[in-house]
Nanobody
Framework: QVQLVESGGGLVQAGGSLRLSCAAS????????MGWYRQAPGKQRLLVAT???????NYADSVKGRFTISRDNAKKTVYLQMNSLKPEDTAVYYC?????????WGKGTLVTVSS
């Protein structure tokens, strides 16, 4: 069974930084597209950033210049470096990936940014 497990969330003050990790486990023979999404309380889940297997990244306008997505294919892990955090970045952050021809989601990690 292929799984994604997020880690690295927590409470941080505005202007601070956090690094989220998402590790894939299981028998993985295809580690493709990966992405981070977030869902604030009472709101829809929104795309934050994506990265292709070749390393091409794309970002939501709201995080451009502040967040960086990266991946380590050997470790089957994707990262989200978040700098200059704002209270509006508060949300549950979910990892999503296309692996073994399946769309897989993690359970999420909570990021809280205090003002």
């Amino acid at each position: 069974q292929v799984q994604l497990v997020e880690s690295g969330g927590g409470l941080v003050q505005a202007g601070g930084s956090l690094r989220l990790s998402c590790a894939a486990s299981g028998s993985i023979f295809s580690f493709g597209y990966m992405g981070w999404y977030r869902q604030a309380p009472g709101k829809q889940r929104l795309l934050v950033a994506t990265i292709t297997s070749g390393g091409t990244a794309n970002y939501a306008d709201s995080v451009k210049g502040r967040f960086t997505i990266s991946r380590d294919n050997a470790k089957k892990t994707v990262y989200l470096q978040m700098n200059s955090l704002k209270p509006e970045d508060t949300a549950v952050y979910y990892c999503n990936g296309w692996m073994n021809a399946m769309d897989v989601w993690g359970k999420g990690t909570l990021v809280t940014v205090s003002s």
